[in-house]
């Protein structure tokens, strides 16, 4: 590996290369680690960075989301089955839901998708939902269920019959 000094000669030489005008690159020796600050500051303008930072149009970003008084939360379970439960479907939403294609389960109490749809057939149909109901105000989530917590039994083992009671 080239020692440090090596690389920031390379690099000076590089940079007199390309900058406008004669410039040339010479290596000095300080006494004291304070002694360089006064050379730095006549070659290098500080009051032009600091102007030129100051007066640099911040960078865009992304809003925040828009407040919204209601959320509809769509639940991927983990039986493939997308939907929510019906009472926590705001009454605004429902029909843009039955538009769409989601179903009422009155024995799950839930608004589903069917899987028929298939995975591009059922995100287009929450595509539309979401561009409707964002459209009146009313803000969409889409989560995946909480996972189990509970741990499978070990299977049981299989009854074994005594020979004497077979003998019996």
Known sequence: MPSPRTDLAA????LADRLPGLWTSDYQRHAQHADQFPRTEQLWDSGHVEHITANQPES???PG???????????????????????SVAADA???L?????????HQAA?????AYGDSGRA???????????ARGIGVNLRH????????????????????????
Request: glycine share 6%.
């Open 111 to 115: 608004f589903l998708l069917p899987t």
């Open 60 to 62: 865009p970003h992304r």
């Open 65 to 87: 989301p828009p407040q919204v008084e209601q959320v509809l939360t769509l639940t991927l379970y983990s039986d493939g089955a997308l939907g929510a439960p019906y009472g």
């Open 124 to 134: 287009l149909r929450v595509h539309g939902v979401v561009q409707q109901l964002t």
């Open 94 to 96: 429902r029909m843009t």
């Open 98 to 106: 039955y538009a769409h294609g989601f179903q009422y389960h009155p």
């Open 145 to 168: 269920s909480a996972p189990t917590t509970r741990s499978a039994l070990p299977p049981a083992s299989p009854k074994t019959v005594s020979t004497a009671s077979r003998t019996r």
């Open 11 to 14: 690099f000076a030489a590089s």
